[in-house]
């Protein structure tokens, strides 16, 4: 149905890992990530933990096939730290008022917030946009949101029936534009290059060595199928 699944799986990897090094750079030290998914070295904290080895990471998923993984995910460096929630993402409260997230991270200093392949499966009507902008109400100044988001911008009739299918097996998704997803920044300030393709967000010749590998020296808009972005809130 949709061949370039694996496209968009890595690129979409290939984002988080770019775009959480350029938080460390920027300064960043703590992350909370929703939606983490089975954990594939390099995990998150990895990539932050090399810039900044104190960094703090808090690893959020409803799947139980991801908790029975998570001890992957606790692998800290001695001057950092992790910790893992199983939430769901539509109750931020529960998220916020973890003790897990009390205990690693410091809501008074900045956070990234990370949300990569996830808010597609948070409808309007689950209230995605408030979710959003509840988790970012509780982070202070110079916090962060980065996120990928699927989209049909580019192949609509493929990406229609890749809803129909997961539609079919009991789960919702919403796809949505590059306006909409533009949204979920509101009152942030967009970092370079804005939304763009996740292939398109400041690219690296790592990126590009791992497609040569693959055997997919270029990629389209289209096989990639999501659209990225990194915001601080001022």
Same mark, same amino acid.
């Given at each position: ?17 770019? %775009?959480?090094?350029?938080?460390? +750079?920027?300064? &960043?030290?703590?992350?909370?990530? !929703? ?38 995910? #606790? ?9 893992? &929630? ?13 003790? +897990? ?15 990569? %392949? ?12 408030? &979710?959003?902008?509840? #988790?970012?109400? %509780? ?5 962060? #949101? ?20 997961? +539609? ?10 590059? +306006?909409? !997803? ?8 967009? %970092? ?17 060595? #791992? ?24």
């Amino acid at each position: 149905m949709y061949p370039s699944v694996f496209v968009t799986a890595r690129e979409n990897r290939a984002f988080m890992h770019r %775009a959480t090094r350029m938080l460390a +750079e920027h300064g &960043i030290r703590q992350w909370l990530d !929703i939606g983490t998914g089975i954990p594939t070295s390099p995990n998150l904290h990895e990539v932050a933990q090399r810039v900044a080895p104190e960094a703090r990471v808090v690893y959020v998923d409803n799947d139980p096939i991801v908790l029975a993984h998570a001890q992957a995910l #606790l692998t800290s460096t001695p001057e950092g730290r992790t910790a893992y &929630i199983e939430a769901d993402a539509t109750d931020p409260e529960a998220i916020l008022g973890s003790q +897990e997230l009390r205990d690693t991270l410091d809501l008074t200093r900045p956070v990234a917030l990370s949300l990569n %392949a996830l808010l597609h499966f948070i409808t309007d009507e689950m209230g995605a946009y408030g &979710i959003v902008k509840r #988790l970012m109400d %509780a982070l202070p100044s110079g916090s962060a #949101l980065a996120l990928t988001h699927g989209t049909g911008d580019f192949d609509m009739a493929v990406m229609s029936r890749v809803v129909e299918v997961y +539609e079919a097996g009991g789960t919702a998704v919403q796809l949505r534009t590059r +306006e909409e !997803i533009e949204r979920f920044f509101a009152g942030l300030e967009l %970092a370079e290059p804005g939304i763009e393709v996740a292939h398109r967000w400041r690219p690296n010749e790592t990126d590009v060595r #791992l497609r040569s590998i693959a055997g997919q020296e270029t990629v389209s808009d289209a096989e990639v199928g999501l659209w990225a972005g990194v915001g601080f809130k001022p």
